[in-house]
């Protein structure tokens, strides 16, 4: 039978597992945390000290003094401009996925039964599965000066439709895949799984119950959303709202394969620290969006969204 | 007045038909034209409706060998990356799902916090910190990134598992006289196995697609991502490039199919 207490090293150390389990809990957790604290949080520091640093102008390598002038550069026209841009893409982004995304939702969570609720399901989830680039390569074909976009947009004889967006002077530009108009329409179609499942949450959520009473008590359909199903679907919004605003702020590859010249946070940060070599520079101003997505999640959390997740 | 019994949907307006289903197609038209466009005998590819199907370039492409080394590079990263996220999230996952410390949310939000922060902070995080040090870019770099937030899909696939499992189970096991080892071994780990299987294609997934964090963290290598980046950027052979398109959204589908299934009674019993 098994060995007494003094037995081989494995039963003996199995025993201490065991009984100590604070011993256990440590063996398990300090592998998992060693490597998030050097390689995540560490990263993360350096990431914070560098932003402090600057470049020796002759050498043009990183120079270890604290000093804050890479924010100072922040803080001029050129990059408040393009930190603007961003967030208003991100707002537009957010508020077009949500008008979008809040039919789907609606139906998935109230009129879809059965087999029907699960091939949606799964029709929203099947773009997020699929490769990021793959989906950012069909809307680039797409949207190009031959492409379908164009093409039924002809056959539909509304081409002067597209010429006067095209001519607008902030959205437009060459062809749809050079504009901000197209990056936008990509920006929506890339994280509207993101925005949909939140809502379609909270939705579901609502006990029916409560919907058959507010038309009891006399509400017309319209009241009966405006008043109740929007309140309570507005914090699953938020939650989907937090992923739109987010993936938006940091995103430096959409803008660059479907855009005119006009810079986001993502690609300035990408290119300062790549081409200009200037990491503190990036590294600094990549603090920007980490800036707007907290001021974004504190607000985010005082309308509930964090309930929903 | 007829009384709702059964749990039956109320009738939808067509509006709101029409608009789920537009968004539905919204959603899935696009893929559907890649598909379509590898088999177009048009060199400029993207020209609608494509003047005729073929399936020369399935040949073409078979032949790059850029497009061949980027494919072995991805799935050696991925491969890597994955084992090492499977063991750390295991071993966080053992230490989080049934046990209640201070600090223990504050360890679970660190672990989400690679994915959930944009992938540009994390990737120039991870750069600054490998310059820094004066670390080269190479495989390594990029095998560091991409375990470090496949962990956290791992992890959440082995804490549902390991919240269904009873502990009775484990306790009746040192009852019959197994060590803490052999437990693990023998009983603990075939329960778990689904669950970590399905983990780790989802990690495998993930990091077969990653392109955000990889930019950074690559010196010379180019990933098939990477590949995909370029060729949007500088287009070489548009149809090789939907080839390769068609085979990436294959290959990134099924891991995730297979992971769904594997874990689809996980999801019903995860209460919130």
């Known amino acids: 039978m098994s060995a007494t207490a003094a037995g081989t090293l494995s039963e003996r150390t199995s025993t201490a597992l065991i009984t100590r389990r604070g011993l256990l809990l440590t063996a398990l957790l300090v592998p998992p945390l060693l490597w998030f604290g050097v390689v995540y949080v560490g990263s993360l520091l350096s990431l914070l000290a560098n932003s402090f640093f600057g470049l020796d102008d002759f050498t043009g390598q990183v120079v270890r003094e604290m000093s804050l002038n890479n924010f100072?550069?922040?803080?001029?026209?050129?990059?408040?401009?393009v930190a603007f841009r961003t967030t208003l893409m991100a707002a537009a982004v957010t508020i077009a996925c949500t008008v979008i995304g809040f039919p789907v939702a609606y139906y998935m969570a109230r009129h879809a039964r059965g087999p029907q609720k699960a091939i949606l399901y799964i029709a929203v989830m099947l773009?997020?599965?699929s490769s990021y680039l793959v989906r950012l390569y069909a809307w680039k074909l797409l949207l190009a000066k031959e492409g379908a976009v164009v093409w039924?947009?002809?056959a539909l004889h509304l081409e002067w439709l597209l010429e006067a967006l095209l001519a607008t002077p902030v959205i437009g530009g060459n062809s749809l895949s050079f504009s901000p108009l197209g990056t936008f329409i990509v920006f929506v179609y890339m994280w509207l799984p993101f925005m949909i499942l939140p809502i379609q949450a909270a939705i579901e959520r609502i006990p029916g119950a409560m919907l058959e009473a507010s038309s009891d008590l006399g509400a017309s359909p319209a009241q009966t959303f405006g008043n109740i199903v929007l309140p309570l679907a507005m914090p699953g919004i938020a939650a989907g709202s937090i992923f739109t605003f987010s993936l938006t702020l940091g995103d430096y590859i959409i803008p660059q394969v479907i855009g005119n010249s006009s810079q986001y946070i993502g690609q300035v940060v990408y290119r300062q620290q790549g081409v200009a070599g200037n990491l503190p520079f990036a590294a600094a101003f990549s603090l920007v969006p980490i800036l707007v997505i907290a001021i974004y999640l504190w607000l985010a959390k005082r309308k509930g969204a964090f309930d929903a997740i | 007045m007829p009384s709702k019994m059964t749990a039956s949907a109320p009738a939808a307006s067509p509006w709101l038909k029409l608009a789920t289903l537009s968004g539905v197609l919204f959603l899935h038209v696009p893929l559907a034209l890649i598909v379509l466009y590898a088999f177009s005998s048009e060199d400029k590819s993207y020209v609608f409706p494509p003047p005729g199907l073929t399936t020369e370039w399935f040949a073409v492409a078979l032949e790059r060998q850029d497009v061949w080394e980027a494919i072995t590079l991805s799935a050696q990263v991925a491969l890597v990356a994955t084992a090492i996220a499977i063991v750390l999230g295991?071993?966080?996952?053992?230490g989080l799902a049934r046990t209640k410390f201070f600090g223990r949310e504050a360890i679970s939000l660190l672990l989400i916090l690679p994915i959930a922060l944009p992938g540009v902070v994390s990737g120039i995080a991870l750069r600054s910190a490998f310059h820094t040090m004066e670390i080269p870019f190479s495989f390594w770099t990029i095998v560091i990134g991409h375990a470090t937030f496949c962990v956290?899909?791992?992890?959440?696939?082995?804490?549902?598992?390991?919240?269904?499992?009873?502990?009775?189970?484990?306790?009746a096991s040192m009852d019959l006289g197994a060590n803490a080892f052999q437990t693990f071994r023998y009983v603990l780990l075939p329960q778990l196995g689904s669950a970590l299987l399905a983990?780790?294609?989802?990690?495998?997934?993930?990091?077969?697609?990653?392109?955000?964090?990889?930019?950074?963290?690559?010196?010379?290598q180019t990933t098939l991502p990477i590949w995909m980046l370029q060729e949007l950027i500088r287009p070489r052979q548009r149809p090789v490039t939907n080839v390769v398109a068609v085979f990436i959204i294959a290959l990134t589908f099924v891991p995730i199919v297979a992971a769904y299934w594997l874990t689809r009674s996980d999801e019903d019993s995860h209460h919130r």
């Open chain 1, 72 to 81: 100072r550069e922040i803080l001029t026209p050129t990059y408040l401009d």
């Open chain 1, 127 to 129: 773009p997020l599965w």
């Open chain 1, 152 to 154: 039924m947009l002809k």
């Open chain 2, 90 to 94: 295991t071993l966080a996952a053992g």
């Open chain 2, 152 to 171: 956290v899909v791992v992890y959440n696939n082995a804490v549902a598992r390991l919240r269904r499992i009873s502990p009775s189970l484990l306790e």
């Open chain 2, 199 to 220: 983990g780790g294609l989802l990690a495998f997934a993930l990091s077969f697609d990653e392109v955000i964090v990889t930019t950074f963290t690559a010196g010379q």
